[in-house]
């Protein structure tokens, strides 16, 4: 079944469809709000809201829209806040044995010790960045959606997006110089 | 895309990590780069040395196992049943779908005409509030009809002698007194001084106890 027909059918009331849409867009959703947040099971928590959300609003989405920046649009809302409520709180809890390995070389237990690091960093830096250049810099350069796609989510135009993008990457390495020197550039003696 | 070993791909990859860097490549040369510096660590130690925020292309989400998900699809479906059978989860529901910004176009104006109306009422000339009765601004209306003084009110008095003191204004000139004029109140009274001597000014001087400065 085609999307638009899935989301017409799930906008009319049906659970069905409803259910379909959900196990097709869940593992983006949980990702999105996974680099914003910083904590899966937060993450988690996050996705379940947003499919609850969505299922009250659905009757409102637009025939022909753009379905996909909708719901990309409602997880950054939903995991923007959360992160301002929730992340003083929380411990990070470990992804390494929930992911499916896609890098069967680099011995597991390192691999996801220092993507956990590096998660934690990110976390850390990018709740520095105004909304729109955390939204830009996820969807773009982690999530690798095109300029265009997330110019759809932010509704705003690609130079826009080409500009909160630039933001983004200068802040976050001015961040990792200040606090986490050892991530940060060497110069190097000439 | 190799890890930690460099190939042909990771040398032309290399040669357009300053464009990359600038922004300056067009989409699909953009994605050919992000993908290989997410999947290559090498590459992205590279590019790390110019741009730091490279390391975080390697968190791209990957597929998650099954397990992952369990209790996620049931917990969803319980809570959207409970919502539904709920009526505080179907007035959630419709307030959602009321939510701003689709009635930002109305209630921002009706708010708006609200504050004016309300500014409106409290500025009025002698409100004080509710429950208070308008208090008279003082100035006679033209659609009130003319006072007529009533017999025995002050004004009524034809003088008053020796109630002020003979002291107008021009020393050492017997001075008349001063004439009470007529007016339609009760409780003022105008004291006429007519003038003498060099200057004919005539002056008025008003009594009136229920003035209140």
Known sequence: MQDADLVQRAAEGDLEAFTLLVE?????????????????????????????????VIRRFRKGGRFDAWLYRITLHLAIDAARRE?????????????????????????????????????????????????????REIE????????????????TVRNHILQARRLLKEGLSARFPEYAPKTRPR | MNGDRIDDGCLELRALLP????????????????RHLAGCAACREQAAETDPSVLFLGLEGRPLRPEFWQGFDAALRARIQGEQATMAGRLAGWAERFRIPRLAYVTIP????????????????????????????????????????????????PEVQGTLPAAWPIAGQASDPPALEEV????????????????????????DETINF
């Open chain 1, 24 to 56: 097709s867009r869940r593992e983006r959703v949980f990702w999105i709000a996974c680099h914003v947040v910083g904590d899966f099971e937060l993450a988690r928590d996050v996705a379940q809201e947003v499919f609850l959300r969505l299922f009250r």
């Open chain 1, 87 to 139: 992340r003083p709180h929380r411990q990070a809890a470990p992804l390494a044995d929930l992911a499916e390995g896609s890098e069967p070389r680099a011995p597991a237990a390192a691999e996801g010790l220092r993507e956990r690091e590096v998660r934690r960093i990110f976390a850390d830096l990018a709740a520095r960045l105004g909304p729109k250049q955390r939204a830009a810099f996820v969807l």
């Open chain 1, 144 to 159: 690798g959606m095109s300029t265009g796609e997330v110019a759809a989510v932010l509704g705003t135009t690609e130079s």
């Open chain 2, 19 to 34: 464009a990359w860097i600038r922004d300056e490549l067009d989409e699909t040369r953009r994605q050919e780069v992000r």
């Open chain 2, 110 to 157: 009706a708010a708006m005409l609200l504050v004016v109306a309300g500014t409106l009422i409290l500025s009025r000339p002698g409100f004080r509030g509710p429950g208070h009765p308008p208090v008279a601004s003082g100035i006679p209306s033209p659609y009130e009809r003319p006072i007529v003084p009533r017999a025995g009110s002050p004004a009524a008095r």
């Open chain 2, 184 to 207: 339609g109140s009760a409780a003022a009274r105008v004291y006429r001084f007519d003038g003498a001597g060099e200057d004919p000014t005539t002056i008025y001087f008003v009594v």
